[in-house]
C-alpha cells in the first residue's frame, strides 16, 4: 500500500514541477486548429456519404 501512496505522490511533484505546461495562447491556437480540422473533416464525410446514397440510390432504381 506505501507504494501505491508513493507512486501518486510522486505522479503529483512531477505533474507540477517537471511538465511545461502549454500558454493559454497556444491552447487556444490548438483548439481553434482542431475545430477547423474537424469541421472540414466532416463535410469532406458528409459529402462523400451524400455521393454514395445518390450513386447507390439510382443503382438500386435499376432493379
Not at 507512486?7 to 511545461?20: A, G, H, M
Not at 456519404?49 to 432504381?61: H, I, M, P, R
Request: no cysteine; net charge negative; proline share 2%.
Amino acid at each position: 500500500m506505501k507504494s501505491v501512496l508513493t507512486y501518486i505522490k510522486d505522479s503529483y511533484t512531477e505533474l507540477l514541477e517537471n511538465v511545461s505546461w502549454p500558454k493559454w495562447e497556444e491552447l487556444t491556437q490548438s483548439l481553434v486548429l482542431v475545430l477547423v480540422g474537424t469541421l472540414i473533416f466532416s463535410v469532406i464525410i458528409f459529402l462523400m456519404d451524400k455521393v454514395f446514397s445518390v450513386l447507390l440510390d439510382n443503382l438500386y432504381q435499376l432493379f
